[in-house]
């Protein structure tokens, strides 16, 4: 059964990002794929950038459109 569009993470991308800064999980959900896809992502450096405060990864929700934004120009050239 399909989620309602506000419980829908992908949803976030659509409507705005929160004024937060996103966790690993975060983007997963938003993504729709797997926790493992989004550390992999980061090692190879194809995801969206994230940073470190101390041992935790987090990801700006303006970096994130910014790479949402990025990958749909390159679709549609």
């Known amino acids: 059964m399909p989620q309602p569009a506000d419980s ?17 999980d975060d ?3 938003m993504f729709g794929v797997p926790l493992e896809t989004v550390y992999q992502w980061r090692k190879k450096r ?3 950038p994230g940073f470190r405060i101390g041992k935790h990864l ?13 990958l749909k120009c390159s ?3």
């Open 27 to 29: 983007i997963a959900d």
């Open 58 to 70: 987090r990801y700006d929700p303006a970096d994130v459109r910014a790479y949402v934004s990025a």
């Open 8 to 24: 829908d993470p992908r949803a976030t991308l659509r409507s705005g990002l929160p004024d937060r800064y996103l966790t690993p």
């Open 46 to 48: 194809t995801g969206p």
């Open 75 to 77: 679709a549609a050239a």
